[in-house]
């Protein structure tokens, strides 16, 4: 399995973006996936996760600006995020799993201007 993440940039503090992670390879075994990010100087933190029939979970502190999704048919897994800050600036991660095993795509970075 690949995944290919997309969709970052350079944004200005209050705008939007959706980051786009595709998947290739055994896609139709893919179960979980989920959006970490990384910030410069910090450890890797989870966003939020989505089963394979669209349950989603969030990171206590990501409730409300960041929405999860997916499209099965599409092989693709979106990261909704709105009213950006500064805080934001990182590297976003894609993950999906098949069974116990995780993959992980290459990151994609969103950088926030105030």
């Known amino acids: 399995v690949q995944l290919q993440a997309s969709g970052g940039g350079l944004v200005q503090a209050g705008g939007s973006v959706r980051l786009s992670c595709v998947a290739s390879?055994?896609?139709?075994?893919?179960?979980?996936a989920a959006w970490y990010r990384q910030a410069p100087g910090k450890e890797r933190e989870l966003i939020a996760q989505?089963?394979?029939?669209?349950?989603?979970n969030y990171a206590d502190s990501m409730e409300g600006r960041f929405a999860i999704s997916r499209d099965n048919a599409k092989s693709t897994i979106y990261l909704q995020i709105n009213n950006l800050k500064p805080e934001d600036t990182a590297v976003y991660y894609c993950?999906?799993?098949?069974?116990?095993?995780?993959?992980w795509g290459q990151g994609t970075q969103v950088t926030v201007s105030s």
């Open positions: 390879g055994s896609v139709s075994r893919l179960t979980a």
């Open positions: 989505i089963s394979r029939g669209g349950n989603t």
């Open positions: 993950n999906a799993a098949i069974g116990t095993v995780a993959y």
